[in-house]
């Protein structure tokens, strides 16, 4: 299980491999037209959220087509805005553990 660090984005972030986790830091922002940060197809994977999300479709998603098993991890003080949804879990058996966070 790897950790994978995303960095700030302009054009969102797509999970890729497997039963790793993925972490947004502290004051880093992930912004887009499309989605935040998707599971793609990707399964067993967590996502944990440090910093701020802007998207023009969904904040995070993971798709029908994910097999699921993800984990969307929201800590305090991190914020999610997606024009469509904030989150949006589809597929099977996918969490989130929203920390005292901020929706909007």
Known sequence: MALILTGSSTTGFTATTNFDTYVT???ETISSSGDG???GLA???EYVLLGDIIAGS???KSSISSTGANTVVIQ?????FGRSD?????GNDNRDQ???CSWR
């Open 43 to 45: 399964t067993g994977n």
């Open 58 to 60: 969904d904040g995070i």
């Open 37 to 39: 940060f998707d599971f």
């Open 76 to 80: 305090n003080g991190a914020s999610v």
């Open 86 to 90: 904030g989150v949006e879990l589809s």
């Open 98 to 100: 929203q920390r005292v």
């Open 25 to 27: 830091r502290e004051f």
